[in-house]
């Protein structure tokens, strides 16, 4: 197939190389001069223009933050688009805004599917989870694409537009809940009754038969084996909105969510300068499985 990704920054190009190692045609749009160097490298063919994208796919797979970038985007797609052609926004969108645009953009006969992605850094190498929502035909039609760029059993039609971004963002809430637990034990055992735990030996003996054994807990061992300097560390969390989007939500359907709560709590908390070692220790598996930038004291 011949698809376009606009946005070629990390996640862009992970998915685009995915593409081209499955042997799709991709084209490439980035603002970036670095960004379209490094595309060009594995193998994307590089456009200088929405117009020139245009002239070349009837697939868009945007890659590009959510909010303003992506109306903007469409709108001027959409002066260049043809009926038929596919829109895909495998950015974090919050759900409502893709109900709106994939309303407008069927007004048009243009199809828009949202795709929530999942995978980080490490997606590039074993594949990404992506939950899809929009038009059944439209993803029917893209499903060569999909094998491509997940997991095995990676991807699924989850629903009507907005669907996908709406279930991303649960999957970052539970994010959330998982990162603040497991720092918070793990800050417990560092600072409790007994001080000189080797970390690193009590996460690599829970991976090996421990009911909580996960992949966040394999990069928590692999941080503690590092063994960075902790105080060095900024321990401000940052996060992106689908945290607050996922809160807001269950508020309106009456879900209670306190854990995640919470954890958003704690996020507000550091950034505002209450940091500790379990804070710090999010940032560090942050920037693990995602490359969120470290901040660091002098």
Partial sequence: MTVGIIGLGKMGRAIAQRMVGAGHDVFGYDLGQDAKAQAEKIGVQIVDSLQ????QVNIF??????????????????????????????????????????????EKNIFFLDCGTSG????????????????????????????AVAAPNGFAHLGQSGAGHYVKMVHNGIEYGLLQAYAEGFHLLKE?????????AVANVWQNGGVIRSWLLDLTHEIFVEQPDFEKIVGQIQEGGTGKWMVKEAEKQNIPVPVIQEARAVRTRSQKGEENFATKLIVLLRNKFGGHAVKKRL
């Fill in 61 to 106: 797979w945007l890659m590009i933050p959510s909010g303003e970038p992506v109306d903007k985007t469409i709108e001027l797609l959409t002066t260049h688009l043809q009926e038929g052609d596919i829109i895909v926004d495998g950015g974090n969108s919050n759900f409502n805004y893709t109900v709106k645009r994939a309303a407008l953009l069927a």
């Fill in 120 to 147: 980080g850094l490490h997606g590039k190498e074993i594949g990404f989870s992506l939950m899809i929502g929009g038009d059944k035909n439209a993803y029917a039609k893209l499903v060569p694409l999909f094998e």
């Fill in 192 to 200: 409790g009754s007994y001080k000189e735990l080797d970390l690193k």
């Fill in 52 to 55: 020139d994208l245009c002239k």
